[in-house]
């Protein structure tokens, strides 16, 4: 089983940055690629951003794009998504999200494993 725990969401003023961190743990496949999704309240789950095994592909989703930046350390089994230039409809909850392939996936149903989620608050 794999288990994946988000960190570094919470309270932020518009224009503030906060870096998500999402640590893999437990039966992590030996190539994965990750991705970050987030759900506001009364929206479906959305795709952020996705990263290939290598870290040398990546996509955005173009809301985010120029001010979301995702990245990894595989050595820390860690994936991290870095925001900046927040904004309040950025507020949701921040999900992670681990796939059998080491191609990224911008489609929630090709992930297996998911994090619990991490609340992102963004309000003056």
């Known amino acids: 089983q794999v288990q994946l725990v988000e960190s570094g969401g919470g309270l932020v003023h518009p224009g503030g940055s906060l870096r998500l961190s999402c640590a893999a743990s437990?039966?992590?496949?030996?190539?994965?690629?990750m991705g970050w999704f987030r759900q506001a309240p009364g929206k479906e789950r959305e795709f952020v951003a996705a990263?290939?095994?290598?870290?040398?592909?990546?996509g955005i989703t173009a809301s985010v794009k120029g001010r979301f930046t995702i990245s990894r350390d595989n050595a820390k089994n860690t994936v991290y998504l870095q925001m900046n230039s927040l904004k309040p409809e950025d507020t949701a909850v921040y999900y992670c999200a681990q796939m059998s392939s080491g191609t990224y996936s911008i489609n929630s149903g090709d992930y297996d494993y998911w994090g619990q989620g991490t609340q992102v608050t963004v309000s003056s």
């Open positions: 990263i290939s095994w290598s870290g040398a592909a990546t």
């Open positions: 437990g039966r992590t496949k030996s190539r994965y690629a």
